[in-house]
């Protein structure tokens, strides 16, 4: 399952199940775990932890330096989860010793090609980039999060849960969870709802949703005295007060 004609360091760590393709590099201080497939030319650098069960295909390059002027050779990493999908000509960088020293992908996955994670990125779970997608250093995607082609998110940006960035988004303050954001630079066209039901969020919760985009989007008021009319109010919702507690924390202000 790994072939002859690709090159593994000795300091490397292969589980059992895992292939490699042939014309691979494997790099020293990298972890690959069980199941994991990585097809022919791909380039993997350590420190670099790869979960089970992950799918990397040709030409693409994980765990290499990051494109950071202060990076000055430090003891860095990337960690990547369980059953990512990673297709063509992806390039994942690590972190930087000023930037927590980690770039994590969490797991379950679907990065399409010629996606790019920079350095210091925290990336969740359940998230799709289409081709293209690239997030600048010290970007945080949250949970169920989908990226259009071509989407740009600018360094130390946030995207909440289930928010979806169209296609070509220039994207360079924090976007709310469940919310849709186009253009460039991008700007809030209405609430994620096919992709909250596709989610299993509740058509209650999704009315509560609608009703607090209202207020932060269309209701005219200044953004905080309408994140506080919703902090008011008596009817609690797990969803709503995710969508105003990551307002009120937003450091870059939020997409409007």
Known sequence: MISGQAIIDDSATIAEGVSI??????????????????????????????????????????????????YKGEPTQLEIGDNNIIRE???MSRGTEHGGGVTRVGSNNFIMAYSHIAHDCQVGSHV??????????????????TLGGFALIHQFVKVGAYSFCGMGSGVNKDVPPYIIVTGNPAEARGLNSVGLKRRGINADAIKSLKNAYRNIYTSGMKLTEAVEQLEE????????????????????????
Not at 23 to 51: L, Q, R
Not at 128 to 145: E, M, P
Not at 236 to 251: G, L, Y
């Open 128 to 145: 799709i980039f289409a081709n293209g997608a690239s997030l600048g250093g010290h970007v945080v995607i949250q949970d169920f999060v």
């Open 89 to 91: 000509n992806c390039t």
């Open 21 to 70: 393709g042939p014309f691979s590099i494997i790099g020293p201080g990298v972890e690959i775990g069980e199941g994991t497939w990585i097809g022919p030319h791909v380039v993997i650098n350590g420190p670099t932890k790869i979960g089970k069960n992950n799918k990397v295909f040709q030409f693409s390059s994980l765990g290499e330096e990051p494109q950071d002027i202060g």
């Open 233 to 256: 109010q008596d009817e609690k919702c797990a969803e709503v007060e995710n969508f105003v507690e990551f307002i009120r924390n937003a450091e870059r202000s939020i997409v409007r």
